[in-house]
């Protein structure tokens, strides 16, 4: 079954308006998560590195203040989309970082759609 | 820089085998991926190489070359619903992957 999770599965809002997504990991403490977007037809692309109890690391070209990222516990990392647009649509993944390293598990995704 | 190349789209039968390869260039190696995408889906996670030879998981099996940045994800007895996108992905020094674009297969009956 599946080990991590995430919600909402889509969501359509207005240019303007913040969007949160959750992602939670089922079976497994992670003291790190990563957040992903992926584009149509596109690789995914890691955004930030999310880690529990500090402040996120994000990859270069990605604004930490548009996209907002916090880690409280060790089975849940949110991603909020701040004054999201239209370019801001986008499928957005979520995998937790397990110990182990070598097999990560997404979630299942959060498509976003900014009118 | 670091670089992950496969191909874009591939057209396969049902019934028949199919290699996806995937050359890569990254600042350090730990470990190729592969990920299998349905559109509209997450990846799911197929293979793990860090060790060159090949890996063998019922109809699929993952190939690796270290020396030569070189792998391939063999698929055997094709069924249509292996029509997905197949992503290749290498964890860099930092153990940080590095995401090729994804190669496209497409089964035909």
């Known amino acids: 079954g599946a080990v991590v999770s995430q919600h909402p599965s889509w969501v359509i809002c207005k240019s303007g308006t913040s969007v949160k997504i959750e992602c939670r990991s089922l079976?497994?403490?992670?003291?790190?998560m990563f957040w992903y977007r992926q584009f149509p037809k596109q690789s995914l692309m890691l955004m930030a590195t999310?880690?529990?109890?500090?402040?996120?690391?994000?990859e270069q070209g990605v604004e930490k203040d548009k996209f907002l990222i916090n880690h409280a516990s060790l089975t849940l990392s949110t991603l909020t989309v701040t004054s999201a647009h239209p370019e801001d649509s986008s499928f957005y993944i979520c995998?937790?970082?397990?110990?182990?390293?070598?097999?990560?598990?997404f979630g299942p995704g959060t498509r976003l759609t900014v009118l | 820089g670091q670089n992950i190349d496969q191909p874009t789209e591939m057209t396969a039968t049902e019934g028949a085998i199919v290699q996806i390869n995937c050359t890569y260039q990254?600042?350090?190696?730990?470990?190729l991926f592969w990920y299998q995408q349905h559109a509209g889906e997450a990846p799911t996670f197929l293979s793990y190489?860090?060790l060159d030879g090949l890996e063998e998981k019922g109809r699929f099996s993952s190939f690796l070359s270290r020396s030569k940045g070189y792998s391939y994800l063999l698929l055997k007895e094709l069924q249509m619903k292996d029509s997905a996108s197949y992503l290749c992905?290498?964890?860099?020094?930092?153990?940080?992957?590095?995401w090729g674009a994804g190669t496209k297969l497409i089964i035909k009956p």
């Open positions: 995998s937790d970082g397990r110990g182990d390293y070598n097999e990560q598990f």
């Open positions: 079976d497994f403490q992670a003291t790190t």
């Open positions: 999310s880690n529990e109890g500090s402040k996120a690391t994000y």
């Open positions: 990254t600042s350090g190696f730990n470990g």
């Open positions: 190489n860090v």
């Open positions: 992905a290498v964890g860099d020094s930092n153990y940080q992957l590095i």
